[in-house]
C-alpha cells in the first residue's frame, strides 16, 4: 500500500482481504468451505457495504475478487470472521508481522 503516514489500517485491512480471496482462487484444492480471519471488525463490516463510503474502492476490489472467485467455485461457502488481535491464534500473529514488515517496507 505505501507508508503508514498516507494509509490506515483499516485499508490494510481491506486490501489484505481482498488478496486473501485471490490465495483462495489460486488454491485449487479449496472447494467447499473457506474462512478468512480478521481482527479488524470495522474491515468486516465494510464487506457487506455496496453504497459509497470512506475506502469503498477497496470494498469494490473485495467483492470483485469473490465474485471471480464464485464463479470458478459456485458451491465454495467462504466466511469472513473476527479473531482477537494478538491472542496467539495460529496464523495471526505471523501475519500480523508480516504485516508490519510489509509496511516498513521490508517485504511486498
Given at each position: 500500500l505505501g507508508p503508514s503516514t498516507r494509509h490506515t489500517v483499516y485499508e490494510a485491512e481491506v486490501v489484505a482481504t481482498a488478496l486473501g480471496v485471490e490465495l483462495l482462487r489460486r488454491e485449487a484444492r479449496c472447494t467447499q468451505v473457506a474462512s478468512i480471519a480478521l481482527d479488524n471488525t470495522s474491515a468486516i463490516r465494510a464487506s457487506v457495504l455496496r453504497s459509497p463510503a470512506p475506502g469503498h474502492y477497496l470494498t469494490d476490489i473485495f467483492h470483485t475478487a469473490v465474485r471471480e472467485l464464485k464463479v470458478q467455485r459456485p458451491n465454495l461457502r467462504l466466511t469472513l470472521r473476527w479473531v482477537p488481535g494478538h491472542s496467539d491464534i495460529l496464523g495471526n500473529e505471523a501475519a500480523d508481522?508480516?504485516?508490519?514488515?510489509?509496511?516498513?517496507?521490508?517485504?511486498?
Open positions: 508481522e508480516a504485516a508490519k514488515e510489509a509496511a516498513r517496507g521490508r517485504s511486498s
